[in-house]
Nanobody, 130 residues
Framework: QVQLVESGGGSVQAGGSLRLSCAAS????????IGWFRQALGKERVLVEE???????????????YYTDSAKGRFTISRDNAKNTVYLQMNSLKPEDTAVYYC????????????????WGQGTQVTVSS
């Protein structure tokens, strides 16, 4: 069992930066791949399936990372297993990055679809104004 807590969200102007943190409790954090997903607000019902992967980092012996096209060159995902934490450094933020950001965990390998992740945090809001 893994519990995840996101932090670091907030409001920034376009071009600004934020660093999100995903702190985990539970055993064997290092084996888990962590994905950062986001979901735009404004819907009455929010489904997990509607969350979109932004970046992911593998667990176990691999340090592979994955970025969507929108994140490449602007976002950096990293992990500190000693602190049970994964970070998402977001630079050059744009208004279209506005969303609730969630971290999620699954064993070892990264995946793109949210249904393949077992554990989820509660999310942290990021708002980018133009």
């Amino acid at each position: 069992q893994v519990q995840l807590v996101e932090s670091g969200g907030g409001s920034v102007q376009a071009g600004g930066s934020l660093r999100l943190s995903c702190a985990a409790s539970g055993r064997a954090f290092g084996i888990y791949a962590i994905g950062w997903f986001r979901q735009a607000l404004g819907k009455e019902r929010v489904l997990v399936e509607e969350r979109r992967l932004v970046a992911a980092i593998a667990g176990g012996m691999s340090s592979d990372t994955y970025y969507t096209d929108s994140a490449k060159g602007r976002f950096t995902i990293s992990r500190d297993n000693a602190k049970n934490t994964v970070y998402l450094q977001m630079n050059s933020l744009k208004p279209e990055d506005t969303a609730v950001y969630y971290c999620a965990a699954r064993p070892f390998e990264t995946r793109m679809t949210p249904n393949e992740y077992e554990y989820w945090g509660q999310g942290t809001q990021v708002t980018v104004s133009s």
